[in-house]
């Protein structure tokens, strides 16, 4: 099991950026998986992006060319970085785990983000 502990959501205004981070409590390198999900209100948990332990990356169509994933495995950390932010991204977002590639996953609780003016 892997602990995550995610940070840096907030409230800003369409068009600005925010950088999420995603810190784990044990080395990343070797983690199957690691992404980003997010549920916005009243509706499904959805992905947003995700990292391989060979460090290939995937994105939503909703989110491509304004959104990157990254990882710094020396902090354990995971990010996401959020370019040209719009009102529908607000949601409440989840840091997501999968060491193995099976049906054991780990979620961090999750950090509002809000895009309002």
């Known amino acids: 099991q892997v602990q995550l502990v995610e940070s840096g959501g907030g409230l800003v205004q369409p068009g600005g950026s925010l950088r999420l981070s995603c810190a784990a409590s044990r080395n990343i390198f070797s983690i199957y998986v690691m992404a980003w999900y997010r549920q916005p209100p009243g509706k499904q948990r959805e992905l947003v992006a995700s990292i391989t332990r060979t460090g290939t990356t995937n994105y939503a169509d909703s989110v491509k060319g304004r959104f990157t994933i990254s990882r710094d495995i020396a902090k354990k950390t995971v990010y996401l970085r959020m370019n040209s932010l719009k009102p529908e991204d607000t949601a409440v977002y989840y840091c997501?785990?999968?060491?193995?590639?099976?049906?054991?996953?780990?979620w961090g609780q999750g950090t509002q983000v809000t895009v309002s003016s």
């Open positions: 997501y785990a999968n060491q193995y590639g099976g049906d054991n996953s780990d």
